[in-house]
T-cell receptor
Framework: NAGVTQTPKFRILKIGQSMTLQCTQD?????MYWYRQDPGMGLKLIYY???????DKGEVPNGYNVSRSTTEDFPLRLELAAPSQTSVYFC?????????????FGNGTRLTVT | DAKTTQPTSMDCAEGRAANLPCNHS???????VYWYRQIHSQGPQYIIH???NNETNEMASLIITEDRKSSTLILPHATLRDTAVYYC??????????????FGTGTRLTIIP
């Protein structure tokens, strides 16, 4: 049981390039989330999904897109990378709605845009 | 959003109990308090959560005041591996009947040998 797996661990992009951050979970969780963490700050919610085919925006969605075609996978797409997107990205999953359900996090993707 | 307030940093001697406070005075009656920690910029690690009763698991204990306006995370016998940033979080509602975790800047706990 690997939990939440994120790839790649590190990536350097040039301004204007695009990439997809991969996230997969093997816990059969319906709820999945993408967060970003800037240096010295807490995590901010980018997008989330409550099941296959259903996604919605979080606090900081601009510059990102997501899709959820399967329960296991929740990729995050950056179309035109900008220096402001330099950050560490965390994917998380949870078993269900309601406050009594912990989220489980991956170990992150460290992205630098130059 | 229910906001939380935590001290920026704390020290604790190895082997002693570490008590991390958190204020959440605007919490609503059905909102859970969660604690996570983050070590060396790894992914946040779930520690414990509770609604109104005190909770204990193999990692820690959570004490919630009767009015639910504050809580304390207790690591009973701190080790050097407990050095981390600890986040106290109140889950707040978002769309589709879902909740989100709103992370603040947390408490940087340093365990002193």
């Amino acid at each position: 049981n690997a939990g939440v797996t994120q790839t790649p661990k590190f990536r350097i992009l040039k301004i204007g390039q695009s990439m997809t951050l991969q996230c997969t979970q093997d816990m059969n969780h319906n709820y999945m989330y993408w967060y970003r963490q800037d240096p010295g700050m807490g995590l901010k919610l980018i997008y989330y999904s409550v099941g296959a085919g259903i996604t919605d925006k979080g606090e900081v969605p601009n510059g990102y897109n997501v899709s959820r075609s399967t329960t296991e996978d929740f990729p995050l797409r950056l179309e035109l990378a900008a220096p402001s997107q330099t950050s560490v990205y965390f994917c998380a999953s949870g078993a269900g709605k309601g406050g009594n359900s912990p989220l489980h996090f991956g170990n992150g993707t460290r992205l630098t845009v130059t | 959003d229910a906001k939380t307030t935590q001290p920026t940093s704390m020290d604790c001697a190895e082997g002693r109990a570490a008590n991390l406070p958190c204020n959440h005075s605007t919490i609503s009656g059905n909102e859970y308090v969660y604690w996570y920690r983050q070590i060396h910029s790894q992914g946040p690690q779930y520690i414990i959560h509770g609604l109104k009763n005190n909770e204990t698991n193999e990692m820690a204990s959570l004490i919630i005041t009767e009015d639910r306006k504050s809580s304390t995370l207790i690591l009973p016998h701190a080790t050097l591996r407990d050095t981390a940033v600890y986040y106290c979080i109140v889950r707040v509602p978002i769309g589709f009947g879902n909740e989100k975790l709103t992370f603040g800047t947390g408490t940087r706990l340093t365990i002193i040998p």
